[in-house]
């Protein structure tokens, strides 16, 4: 992640050079004005973050000095998620009157309800290239700082190349591809779950995201107006095309007691041989010697390529907080900062947007996860969905249960009609 820093709004045209592994767009970069800014108002602001092995300690240590050099007036306070479930502790904290003045990458929806989100003013969502994007009613309340493919299918090169087979291209191919693998004495898949049961999730994610988002790319809208159900046809095959890996045992069995890490660490110590995970894995295979990782989109059932795609970012704003205009200023310039953002892209594989300019050399893997994203359709992630196309609060975290569910051996038709229940009891309580 090399830097190029900005100064006032500069637009520069879109450079890419075929076969080079230089991405480069263009970016408005919010001005500094000085590098004192000694009429900055005194301001102490509390700023709720989490860590992982990508995003570490030392990362937001960093961009947050990087603030505070500028604008010695403002005091930063880190508070650290107890885990990576950020959403969850901020909505501890807020039901006891804790509510940091700036909560990075949270689920907005959650919030919403209670009005403790404060939408950015103009002023500031203009400098963020994208952030209209995720607007809520046409207000903005989390700045984008990049883009994440939600789930791609990380593999293990030896494995392929011992079992014969090379990368499937449609669903018949990829059915294939776990049998061969099986036949070697290769566990063909991982997943986990246990505290994380988002990662028991993410491939019944992307093969929602790649069969029912390519039919119907406003699905989630359209269950918010109750023209379609969760047990439909569409979406059932979704998941009955999930649920069959499970019945032909194809992933580890120790899945649901496993959590995150322990699930990353199983595929980089060779225990299985497909990884389904969000692009920022790639930060961490990159960062590892012991096996060589390929890469695929989700199969579909034409050989299509079809990227589950979600534009996000971190800061998002208390609507209590004391000093309204540091705490945006903080948000706006912490997701274009150059040496921010070029850092969350080496250190945790972070898609720059359109509209931002980097100088960064990718790895082999990066780019081939760039190369897909240019040539494939993209449709939003399943319950990554972030602005108006987001599902209701509450939602999220019902589904990844009901997956869990599912996984335990409970009917498909039973947990679906069950999933439709929740989400028109929750439609109810929130009119």
Partial sequence: MKKIILFGLVSMIISVVAGCDLFSTSISLPSSSGTTNSNDKLAELNVLVFETPNLTAQYWDDAIKRFTDKHPNIKINKVVSPDIDRTKYAKQLL????????????????FLSSNSLLPFDEKYVSQVPGAMSNAINGKVYQLPWGAQTIPFIYYNKKMFADAGIVEPKTWSEFVNVVAKLQESGVTPLLNGGAKDPWASTLLLDGIISTDV???????????????VKFSDPLFKNAVLKWKSLYETKSFNADGLSIGYLQL??????????????????VASADAQNDIDVGVFPIPTDDGSIVIPYSVSGPPSISATTKFPEAAQMFAAEFVTDAETVVAIVKSDAEIPL???????????????????????????AFSWENGDAAMIAGMVDV?????????????????????????DEISTHIK
Avoid: C, H
């Fill in 354 to 380: 359109d509209g931002q300019t980097i100088e960064y050399q990718y790895s082999p893997l990066f780019q081939r996860v760039i190369d897909l994203i240019k040539v494939g359709n993209k449709v939003n």
């Fill in 95 to 110: 039901a006891t009157g804790q509510l940091p003045d700036v909560l990075m990458s949270i689920n907005v929806q959650e």
């Fill in 264 to 281: 990353q660490d199983a595929f980089l110590k060779g225990k299985g041989a497909m990884y389904p995970m969000g692009s920022w894995f």
């Fill in 399 to 423: 589904v990844n249960k009901t997956a869990q569910n599912i996984i335990l051996g409970n009917s498909v038709d039973l947990e679906l009609a069950a999933l439709d229940a929740k989400w």
């Fill in 213 to 227: 988002f390519t039919k119907e790319p406003n699905w989630v809208n359209k269950r918010k107006k109750g023209e």
